[in-house]
């Protein structure tokens, strides 16, 4: 696996949520410069959109496997219901987990009453002793902590940073993660600086919400056994990748804006992933029948006799020969989102680095 020895820009790409009349999300990553951070494969940020006259988010069932989605939001409400019976209101500050395991179908709908909608989605990828285990959802509100120069919301892993003021922020998220895996809201006065401790054996990145970032680190050189210091400064809607090896960043929040960010982290995933569309798997092959099973599930193509579950997805998931790989959904729900036409040529794999060659 490839490593960084700098801070790496991700810019985003406006994408429409849901066709091209859905609400536009700005996604970083994948990227041609790497498909993961840790376990982390998929970055979207959204809003502040105002849908009070219409629109938000309306998404309905549609499949995944082998991951896990991680909803956060700053403003509006949505609500969420799976194929494993639960129906939640996810609102700010609660960390929203669904792991996917060897399938799982859910739905996600802005509230009536949400006027503005901003927020992050996540996902990341579950290693590959993981990815068939049980689906498993929860959402989880972590303590608010820090002063009025800088906060902390840890939705998961651990935390610990030191403010310019000498106050310490340091938290534990009570969410179990199949891999290591770090997310936390960082909020920072405009002017002021925060020490953040990381773990050198982990990979991070920051997304920037609002202001300014300006971001100094110091990190070694391969084959060195020197560190030198690298500094950047990031924008609204970018993610930075950090250089590998580091074990403290300072933040500071550019004048005239308070800053807003998502520090996510976490170890090396170590592993190719192929990714398509909402399913990550580890072949071309396996996204085929991944498709072919949920397509014939909800009776938009062929049938539950010409597309089993595949044997692997089965063994290891402890699914019976009849089983319903994306289960059952509620009665009286808006109508699945079928998958679209895979491509002509071979699905790829994603490393840390970008898209493999093989």
């Not at 509006?76 to 639960?86: K, L």
């Not at 002793?129 to 919301?153: C, K, L, M």
């Not at 560190?227 to 609204?236: G, L, P």
Request: proline fraction near 6%.
């Amino acid at each position: 696996m490839s490593s960084f020895e700098d801070f790496v820009r991700l810019e985003p790409r406006a994408v429409p949520l849901g066709g091209p009349r859905g609400m536009t999300v700005h996604r970083t990553l994948p990227a041609r410069q790497t498909s993961l951070i840790g376990a982390w494969c998929f970055v979207d940020h959204f809003g502040p959109d105002d849908v009070s006259g219409g629109g938000g988010m309306q998404v309905a069932r549609h499949p995944h496997t082998g991951l896990a989605t991680v909803s956060w939001l700053f403003d509006g409400a949505i609500t969420h219901r799976d194929s494993i019976g639960n129906h939640a209101l996810v609102r700010p500050g609660d960390v929203d987990i669904m792991v996917a395991g060897s399938g799982i179908t859910h739905s996600e709908f802005s509230t009536n009453d949400t006027t503005i909608l901003h927020g992050v989605q996540l996902w990341y990828a579950l290693p590959d002793r993981a990815r068939f285990r049980e689906q498993h959802f929860e959402v989880y509100t972590p303590p608010e902590i820090g002063s009025s120069e800088a906060r902390a919301r840890v939705g998961l892993g651990t935390f610990r940073a030191a403010a310019e003021d000498g106050t310490v922020l340091a938290d534990r998220s009570a969410v179990s993660t199949d891999t290591a895996l770090s997310m936390v809201q960082l909020d920072l006065r405009a002017g002021s600086t925060l020490r953040i401790e990381l773990d050198p054996g982990h990979e991070y990145g920051l997304l920037v919400d609002r202001g300014t970032a300006s971001m100094r680190t110091a990190a070694p050189r391969t084959g060195e056994s020197r560190t030198e210091w690298r500094e950047t400064v990031a924008v609204s809607r970018e993610l930075l990748v950090l250089p590998d090896g580091a074990a403290q960043l300072t933040l500071l929040a550019g004048e005239g804006e308070d800053l807003r960010a998502m520090l996510l982290g976490g170890e090396p995933l170590g592993e190719e992933i192929l990714m398509w569309w909402n399913f990550v798997g580890r072949s071309h092959e396996e996204i085929e029948q991944f498709r072919a099973r949920y397509q014939a599930e909800i009776g938009a193509e062929g049938t539950i006799a010409e597309a089993p579950i595949p044997p692997e997805t089965r063994s290891r998931g402890g699914l019976a020969a009849d089983a319903e790989q994306f289960g059952p959904f509620a009665p009286h729900t808006p109508a699945a989102l079928p998958a679209p036409r895979l491509p002509h040529g071979r699905l790829r794999t994603r490393g840390r680095v970008g898209i493999s060659k093989d």
